[in-house]
């Protein structure tokens, strides 16, 4: 009977793993059409400058139009467009895409685009910016790409040499989700980076852990001290916020202010000139 159970379970796994690798193949081939049919979407989420009080960039967020499923989180797409070389094309879309939605908006607020390492690999990313940028009329200076540690993983100089090349011409580079996966301190000193973006894992326990606290009281003074900026990702409560204005944290995103939006949205709140709001 054990064996004859232990086949059954075997049959059960064999078939799920088939529906696994069907998924994913109609996830690839989906992804693919979506691109061509142009059911992605960028939602913009406000980071508040707490020295200015104000709203001094939206990181672009990509959404995917489902015409099933609904909006469909980057989450359960990125990796699979990461793996099939999907996120180039997809990447320079929201590149060209953001650029352009950022140029109508106030000079002084900057947009920032998730760039996958793969499009650093691949190549092509310095004249995709270059064009997004042209195409846009959008000034350099206002658009900040956003990297995870994970780009510098294959230890290659291309990575830096084409970090530099943006730099070079004015676009701003942030390092996204600091404090966890590969996190070492030498990709600090091996660019300078203008800004820091501390993960969303040390903002939900600043309160209940003495340790994350005082990890974002060490990232943010080794930030000044490297003259970078701070985010804080994913501020919730007011608690946190006072806990991070202690900390010197140059600014802030989270659904504590605003969840991303669509583009509109952003339109509306320029015109109702109340792009300060939530920040006491
Ligand atoms: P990320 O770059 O770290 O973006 C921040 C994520 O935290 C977003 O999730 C945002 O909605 C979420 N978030 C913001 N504030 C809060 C908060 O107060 N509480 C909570 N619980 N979450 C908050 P989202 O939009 O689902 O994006 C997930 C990830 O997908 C992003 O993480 C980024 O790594 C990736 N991604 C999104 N858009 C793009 C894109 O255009 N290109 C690439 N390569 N990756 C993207
Ligand atoms: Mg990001
Ligand atoms: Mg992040
Ligand atoms: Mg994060």
Not at 131 to 160: K, M, N, W
Request: with cysteine.
């Amino acid at each position: 009977r054990a064996k004859e159970a232990g086949r059954g379970t075997f049959a059960f796994f064999e078939e799920s793993l088939n529906r696994r690798a069907q998924d994913r193949r109609r996830l690839e081939t989906d992804l693919r059409l979506a691109l061509e049919r142009g059911e992605f979407e960028l939602y913009y989420q406000p980071l508040f400058d707490l020295e200015s009080n104000r709203i001094g960039s939206f990181e672009a967020l990509i959404r995917w139009n489902h015409p099933e499923r609904g909006l469909v989180s980057p989450l359960e797409f990125i990796g699979v467009a990461e793996e099939t070389g999907l996120i180039v094309p997809m990447g320079a879309w929201a590149l060209r895409e953001a650029c352009r939605k950022a140029s109508e908006w106030p000079d002084h607020v900057r947009v920032a685009v998730n760039v996958s390492p793969v499009q650093f690999h691949r190549g092509g990313l310095n004249e995709t910016i270059v064009q997004a940028l042209a195409a846009s009329g959008l000034a350099p200076q206002r658009l900040e790409i956003e990297i995870t540690e994970s780009v510098f993983l294959d230890g290659s100089d291309a990575t830096l040499k084409l970090l530099h090349a943006l730099r070079s011409i004015g676009v701003r580079v942030a390092l996204d989700d600091f404090g966890t996966g590969y996190s070492s301190l030498s990709y600090l000193q091996s660019f300078p980076f203008d800004k820091i973006k501390i993960d969303r894992s040390f903002i939900e326990n600043i309160l209940t852990r003495p340790g994350a606290s005082a990890i974002v009281a060490a990232i943010t003074d080794l930030a000044n001290a490297l003259g970078m900026e701070t985010t804080a990702e994913g501020v919730e409560d007011n608690a946190q916020l006072a806990e991070l204005r202690s900390h010197g944290c140059s600014s802030v995103q989270g659904f504590l202010f605003a969840k991303p939006m669509q583009a509109r949205e952003v339109e509306k709140l320029f015109d109702e000139g109340n792009q300060a709001r939530h920040v006491a």
